[in-house]
């Protein structure tokens, strides 16, 4: 079976970005890679994955795919007659943006594990392509198509390889989209992959492979200026008070939270996958300041409603902030709530500034490190 592996081999550092209100959040991670993509490594990418072909995407900027290849030829076309050739071989490709730029750097290691009938000079060869996606437009590549072939005993002697392509131009602009979100030039590539043995014609068993990146010169996100179509997460520790009232939505009754049920059935933007109760993604909204005003107005109305109208100031004099889930950045905030049982709810509750603040940092700096653009998508994911 083929499997073809991608990563990316190194992301820039980035600051945090805070944003007006909170509003967009992955599992398994140690606290200092939360919410922070990084580079995939050969040894990262796994065959057991469930869909080789798709691959491993370890986060926005980074791939990567297993091919197992087992070639064989036969004395004659018939697969009956005997078997004269044949060639195992593992190829782990790696793709990773690199950082502040439009390019991409591409690895391959290229495990030879037996052949017989097939000289140590035996060329095995992979093929790289690098197009735009749509035909209309400026978009190219420095290189459209490039390839890396070497014999037998030259893999096993050096089996990594590695491989750069420089993404230029642009698509031309949807004129469905708003004017801030055509001047991010957002434009799509497609990055392929084949492999092949030269003089040979056999069954190679390892159909090509393709990964679709598009790239911006959006200035509100930091890392690589082109991503994988990946739908991020963001971590919630839900031993923080903020991220506590997100927990309590997630995995509480809808009933018992405020509003809650009044508005309506489920929470969006829930990763988890347990009773069922995984929903859609959040989109985040950046350009559309009068949305995130108005879904920050009916959040805080209804802090009013619950908490009456010093519910901004605590007991002791601290003041408050009303926290919202969905964020406030989010077009399934508060203001789009539908005011049925048949849709999504919203949840709202005082804490104190810092708390609020600290999530409007976090937030920023999710969204920023993981290049995520007005109307790109994530999930939410609670830990602890």
């Known amino acids: 079976m083929l499997v073809v592996l991608l990563a990316i081999l190194s992301v820039a550092s980035v600051q945090s970005v805070a944003l007006g209100a909170p509003g967009d959040i992955s599992p398994q991670f140690s606290p200092v890679e939360r919410n922070t993509p990084e580079p995939v490594t050969f040894g990262e990418c796994s065959p057991s994955r469930p869909d080789p072909l798709a691959g491993y995407v370890k986060n926005r900027f980074s791939s990567c795919q297993i091919t197992n290849v087992r070639y064989t030829?036969?004395?004659?076309?018939?697969?009956?007659?005997?078997?004269?050739?044949?060639?195992?071989?593992?190829?782990?490709?790696?793709?990773?943006?690199?950082?502040?730029?439009?390019?991409?750097?591409?690895?391959?290691?290229?495990?030879?594990?037996?052949?017989?009938?097939?000289?140590?000079?035996?060329?095995?060869?992979?093929?790289?392509?690098?197009?735009?996606?749509?035909?209309?437009?400026?978009?190219n590549c420095d290189a459209p198509e490039t390839k890396i072939t070497k014999?037998?005993?030259?893999?096993?002697?050096?089996?990594?390889?590695?491989?750069?392509?420089?993404?230029?131009?642009?698509?031309?602009?949807?004129?469905?989209?708003?004017?801030?979100?055509?001047?991010?030039?957002?434009?799509?590539?497609?990055?392929?992959?084949?492999?092949?043995i030269e003089g040979e014609t056999g069954d190679l068993g390892a159909p090509p492979l393709s990964s679709d990146v598009r790239c911006d010169v959006a200035g509100y996100v930091q890392g690589s200026r082109c991503v994988f179509p990946k739908t991020p997460m963001f971590l919630l520790d839900v031993r923080d008070p903020y991220e506590k009232l997100v927990s309590e939505a997630f995995r509480g009754d809808i009933a018992a939270t405020y509003p809650g049920r009044a508005e309506g059935r489920y929470y969006a933007g829930n990763a988890s996958t347990s009773s069922g109760r995984r929903t859609y993604p959040l989109t985040r909204i950046h350009h559309d300041g009068a949305t995130r005003d108005a879904n920050k107005a009916v959040a805080e109305r209804y802090c009013a409603a619950r908490w009456g109208p010093d519910w901004h100031t605590g007991p002791d004099g601290t003041a408050l902030e009303c926290a919202v889930y969905p964020f406030t950045t989010t077009l399934d905030g508060a203001a789009l709530s539908p005011g049925t049982t048949e849709g999504p709810t919203f949840t709202v509750k005082p804490v104190v500034e810092p708390v609020y603040r600290a999530m409007e940092e976090k937030l920023g700096e999710f969204l920023g490190r993981n290049h995520v653009l007005d109307g790109d998508q994530y999930w939410v994911w609670l830990l602890g």
């Open 73 to 139: 030829r036969h004395a004659c076309p018939e697969a009956s007659c005997p078997l004269v050739a044949e060639l195992l071989a593992q190829v782990i490709v790696i793709r990773n943006m690199e950082p502040a730029q439009r390019r991409v750097v591409i690895g391959h290691q290229v495990g030879i594990f037996s052949y017989r009938g097939l000289p140590d000079t035996t060329r095995f060869g992979i093929g790289m392509t690098c197009t735009a996606k749509n035909p209309a437009g400026t978009a």
């Open 151 to 196: 014999s037998i005993a030259e893999w096993k002697a050096r089996p990594v390889e590695y491989t750069g392509f420089t993404m230029g131009g642009e698509d031309d602009p949807n004129p469905a989209d708003p004017p801030l979100i055509q001047d991010e030039k957002r434009t799509w590539y497609r990055l392929g992959r084949s492999l092949f």
